[in-house]
């Protein structure tokens, strides 16, 4: 059982800033593509960022030049920066992995941009 345990939301103005962690429980983390996905009120789940093993990144379209995905294999902790936020970035934003055929999630964190 891998348990991912995500923090750091909060209520910021638009063109502020946050900082999502997210820590694993995952032994194997450095062997997983991590991923940080979100879904605003009414909407469905949007694959925001990705990580690879290797520090690859992949982006939404919405959020390129302004999230930045990074890892910490040694602390098995993934990470979300998020500049020059947006109201319609507003949303709970959940860690995940997949380790073969199971995919697993943590619990959210709420994001809100509004002034």
């Known amino acids: 059982q891998v348990q991912l345990v995500e923090s750091g939301g909060g209520l910021v103005q638009p063109g502020g800033s946050l900082r999502l962690s997210c820590a694993s429980s995952?032994?194997?983390?450095?062997?997983?593509?991590m991923d940080w996905y979100r879904q605003a009120p009414g909407k469905q789940r949007e694959l925001v960022a990705s990580i690879t093993t290797g520090g690859n990144s992949n982006y939404v379209d919405s959020v390129k030049g302004r999230f930045t995905i990074s890892r910490d294999n040694a602390k098995k902790t993934v990470f979300l920066q998020m500049n020059s936020l947006k109201s319609e970035d507003t949303g709970v934003y959940y860690c995940?992995?997949?380790?073969?055929?199971?995919?697993?999630w943590g619990q959210g964190t709420q994001v809100t941009v509004s002034s």
């Open positions: 995952n032994v194997i983390f450095r062997l997983t593509t």
């Open positions: 995940h992995v997949d380790i073969g055929t199971q995919s697993y």
